[in-house]
């Protein structure tokens, strides 16, 4: 199921946290689109080169490299070797032939002559009377688990995720058999021809539920709200609330950084701790606050400075984001929580 997509507000959101461009995905069933160029790669490929190189491109049975990617999406017979499986049995012994042809038929092809081809383009530079049936993302877990669930928070449905097929199963057929959200890892070959690091996945998002990523990943949650809610009356977190805030009572410093900063702390802060944090918009900071002074305490330190917030950081996994904490208004918190 198809449906017009609000483009523009989709690359605001995504700009700065995502790899390259988010990538428009649509099916031909005649000739190839004008303002696209065919390109002789493997199928799977059109997505690297829209969203690495912004390029509008296609395949079809005449512009493509790879007869098996070819043959899953109907517009290539493939030989006996892709039909029946032994592609896989062949030349990767762990797979069974059973196994092996179950992902060469079925569910994960497209029938013969069911398209002619498919196109990729940015999804910032569609060409005009271009209808998006899909958007696809490659980013990190971090971002998946946002914008994976761009169905799932409208009608409960979880994405689909998958294994052991090809990739093109995911990127070309399954979107159009189920019309679902998938999150994917993507299989050996899919990931290297779009020389995906280690830390990357694959959404593929319909266009039915593409808007939605803006809502996710763009609007403000209650982070702090939604971790005191689930606190229950004797954690731990209200006993540390409550010496925090008899700590801020009588710290004339933590009086200047509510002034500076708008931040609430209860022990000593760094300047330029201070600062880092406060590039963070307002709905994150106090978690950030509470998070940092708590790694403080746990390291026995009385006083936070900068290195305390990148070990603090470290310690949860966003250490690579701090090493941009100097960035100005492009800074490490910036670009991963803040609209564009």
């Known amino acids: 199921m198809s449906k017009t997509v609000d483009t523009q507000a989709i690359c605001n959101t995504l700009e700065g946290k995502i790899r390259g461009k988010p990538v428009a995905i649509s099916r031909f069933t005649e000739q190839p689109p004008a303002g696209f ?13 829209a969203m690495d190189h912004g390029k509008r491109v296609y395949f079809d049975r005449q512009h ?21 499986g032994r592609l896989l049995t062949d030349y990767i012994p762990v797979y069974n032939l059973d196994a092996a042809h179950t992902f ?50 409208k009608d409960g449905t979880r994405p689909d995720t998958a294994a052991g097929n090809s990739f093109c199963s995911d990127l070309f057929v399954t979107p159009m058999l189920t019309g679902n959200v998938i999150v994917t890892t993507g299989d050996m070959g899919g990931r290297m021809n779009n020389k995906l690091r280690e830390s990357e996945l694959f959404v593929i998002v319909p266009a039915q539920w593409a808007d939605n990523i803006t809502s996710i990943i763009g609007d403000t949650p209650d982070v702090k709200g939604i971790y005191e809610a689930t606190r229950p009356e004797d954690s731990a977190y209200w006993d540390r609330q409550k010496a925090k805030a008899e700590r801020a009572a009588g710290d004339s410093g933590a009086q200047q950084a509510l002034k500076k900063y708008g931040l ?22 106090k978690m950030a606050v509470g998070n940092v002074e708590d790694y403080a305490e746990e390291q026995n330190l009385d006083r936070v400075t900068l290195e305390v917030v990148k070990a603090q950081a470290d310690s949860v996994g966003m250490g690579k ?7 100005g208004k492009d ?7 803040g609209k564009r």
Request: a negative charge; charged letters at 20%.
């Open 37 to 49: 160029e065919g390109m002789k790669i493997d199928p799977c490929q059109i997505l690297r080169h």
């Open 64 to 84: 493509q490299d790879c007869i098996h990617g070819a043959y899953i999406t109907g517009v290539h017979p493939g030989n006996e070797q892709i039909r029946s």
């Open 104 to 153: 060469n038929s079925g569910e994960y092809i497209l029938p013969q002559g069911t398209v002619k081809g498919f196109c990729a383009a940015p999804l910032d530079d569609l060409p005009d009377g271009m209808e998006v049936e899909w958007v696809v993302l490659v980013c990190t877990p971090a971002v998946a688990a946002l914008a994976g669930a761009a169905r799932a928070v």
């Open 264 to 285: 609430a702390v209860s022990m000593p802060w760094d300047d330029a701790a201070l600062q880092a944090i406060s590039k963070a918009p307002g709905f994150v900071r």
């Open 321 to 327: 984001f701090m090493r941009e904490v100097g960035g």
């Open 331 to 337: 800074g490490w918190l910036k670009r991963l929580f």
